[in-house]
Every structure is written in structure tokens, then in C-alpha cells.
């Protein structure tokens, strides 16, 4: 389990394609402190470390997370927003998140709102009753709120703070970005989906 905040940016430093991919990843991590076996949220994908050495840890992704995720599109030097899984007693600063990747949605344009920047993206027609506004979502492993949801989309506001201390500081529209939805809103939808049938 996450929390939606992002401890350290990496880089895709290798990408070895075989029967899975193999990702090698830059990261200030200690790898001295990571287990292998260990599993680490990748711009929201939970996964697990196969291989370390200092200055960086090896995951592998199935071709299924390939399919389901962004990740088909990493390549050599891609920013990934990194966190570590919690430990009992961690603060939950963000909300819960599992690093089950429910669909991509991409940035449809970023415009300047005070300090902030404001993002909208597109949401697929099956995740838009589990969105909300106020709630919560996990973008590329980012917990945020949403400010407005609508036909089109849902737009959410990207504080200073976060623009720096993840990869939305330098992301553009049309980039894809992988979307988690709010377990608390799946089980409420899933509980009042029983109460019509």
C-alpha cells in the first residue's frame, strides 16, 4: 500500500525487453535500505524490485501492466514518480492507494491558474462514476484532488510544491498518465450498484 506521495523522481536508465521488461531505474533511493522482493510505486504502478545496487533498482512489468499502464512507453531517461511502500506507523499523508493502475487518461491541456497550474484530462466513460469532485485520485502515482468533472473530463490544480517534487512540473498536453481510482469510491459505487439490483 502508498500513499500518493511522491519521496524521489527517477529516470529509466536501461529497458531490457524479454520474456517481461525489465526496467532498470536511477533513483537517491539507498538501495542498502531496499529489499529485493521489495515493492515500489512507479508513477503509480505497484511493482517489485528484482535486482539493486547503489544508485538504482531493477523492476520487471508483465506484459499485461504494459498493456494497462503508460509504461509501453518508457524509455531511456522517461521521470517516474517514485514511492516506497508504507510501513505501520507512516504517516498517511495522501490517501490510500495500491498501485492497481485502473486506466490511462490523458492531459488535454495545462493552463496557468495563480501559482498553480491547472490540468484537465480526458476520463473513459466506465471510471467517471468512481470520479468525483473533491475526491480523490492517484495520477502517475500522485494523490490529488479534483476540482470539476464534467463530459469532457475532470480538471485538477497542481500546487508549486507538487509541480517540483514530481514529474507534473514538466509534463505537457497529450502526455498519458495512469489513473487510480479512489478505493473508498469503488466500494461506495460498488455498494449502491447491490442496492439497485
Known sequence: ????????IGRVDKVEPT????????????SALIAIGASICCS???LT?????????????????????????????T????????????????????GHVDGVVEITGIES?????????????????????????????VSLTVNEVDESGFGINIIPHTQKMTTFGTAAAGDRIN???DVLARYVARLAQKETL
Open 1 to 8: 500500500m502508498f500513499t500518493g506521495i511522491v519521496t524521489d
Open 49 to 77: 524490485v528484482v535486482d539493486k545496487a547503489p544508485g538504482w533498482f531493477a523492476v520487471t512489468a508483465s506484459a499485461e501492466t504494459l498493456a494497462c499502464s503508460n509504461l509501453g512507453g518508457w524509455g531511456l531517461g
Open 113 to 141: 491558474d495563480g501559482d498553480s497550474l491547472r490540468f484537465r484530462f480526458t476520463l473513459p466513460d466506465e471510471l467517471a462514476p468512481y470520479v468525483a469532485p473533491k475526491g480523490s485520485v492517484c495520477l502517475d502515482g
Open 19 to 30: 520474456g517481461d521488461t525489465k526496467f532498470v531505474i536511477a533513483s537517491q533511493y539507498d
Open 44 to 46: 503509480g504502478v505497484c
Open 79 to 98: 521521470a517516474i514518480n517514485l514511492e516506497r511502500a508504507l510501513k505501520v506507523g507512516d504517516e498517511l499523508g495522501g490517501h490510500i492507494v495500491s
Open 179 to 181: 489513473l487510480e481510482i
